[in-house]
């Protein structure tokens, strides 16, 4: 699934093609996403002006002058500009066409993802009222992360990845930010102390930042909007990298399940 450094990735390469641009025509090939796409998506947003976009966690939010356009890549989605008159793939569901001739096109074999509307403000949509905070803001630090972790139990990789408490945080980045901050991800995140904490805030900052750097991370899926891949994965750790020795001292990366998750750390570096 992207992660928040592939879903910011693909808000900075959509923005100068679609920011000021006039919505032409919408074109549904197929609605049936993880939501239905909103019927009337065409009649809505034709002739409206895209005056920017926007990112909260892993959904796109794109300021039309009626509302926002929320979008969610799902498992295995993208989002492209592309030809408005380029013949659509098998996968390819959703077009918002512009009047320069060119398209955002939406590409999604699991179709996991989502393409909706508001007319409100985004952030008070269901699905984003409750995200917790943005990791690459300063409201983002060790002190924040201490103080909503008191008095759980919860195995720390898996408080990463609640939404609740940070965002974007997928399984990628909280195996790799935990090795660097040397923190088993077993680890009761309810027995950790501030220094710890402070530690992993700055790790998890360096470790998307150095992702964004590398174009994101490419496993399956996932280019650009340009159709590029990433390559943060050339820069792993220990994520898939089970049985193979560790950068740091040499011992096998071993592995383990959480939360239907595979988890990958070094037994040695990584303390609890």
């Known amino acids: 699934m992207p992660e928040l450094p592939e879903v910011e990735i693909t808000r900075r390469g959509l923005e100068p093609h679609l920011a000021g641009q006039r919505i032409r025509s919408v074109t549904i090939r197929n609605g049936r996403l993880r939501q239905p796409i909103p019927a009337e998506l065409p009649a809505l947003l034709a002739g409206q002006t895209v005056r920017g976009i926007a990112r909260r966690g892993k959904y796109l939010l794109l300021e039309c ?4 356009l929320i979008a969610h890549l799902g498992m295995s ?23 320069n001739g060119n398209c955002m096109r939406l590409r999604d074999p699991r179709r996991f993802g989502l393409i909706l509307w508001t007319g409100a403000d985004p952030l008070r949509h269901p699905l984003l009222a409750k995200l917790g905070v943005e990791p690459l803001t300063a409201a983002f630090d060790g002190d924040l992360l201490y103080r909503i972790s008191r008095k759980r139990a919860t195995p720390i990789k ?3 990845m609640d939404g609740a408490v940070v965002v974007g945080v997928g399984n990628i980045y909280a195996n790799e930010s935990l090795f660097r901050a040397a923190i088993r991800p077993q680890s009761a995140c309810g027995k ?3 220094a710890r904490y402070a530690r992993l805030a700055a790790t998890i900052k360096a470790t998307l930042e150095d992702s964004l750097a590398a174009g994101g991370s490419s496993l399956r899926d996932f280019t650009d909007s340009a159709g590029k ?30 939360g239907q998750r595979a988890t990958f750390y070094c037994p040695h570096c990584q303390k609890p």
């Open 65 to 68: 002058d009626n509302g926002w």
């Open 192 to 194: 950790l102390g501030k």
């Open 77 to 99: 989605g993208s989002l492209r500009i592309v030809p408005a008159a380029a013949p659509p793939e098998k996968h390819d569901h959703f077009d918002l066409v512009l009047e």
């Open 158 to 160: 898996q408080f990463l």
């Open 229 to 258: 891949p990433g390559y943060f994965q050339q820069q792993y750790n220990v994520y898939g990298r089970t049985g193979q020795p560790c950068r740091l001292c040499g011992t096998p990366i071993a592995t383990l399940r959480q």
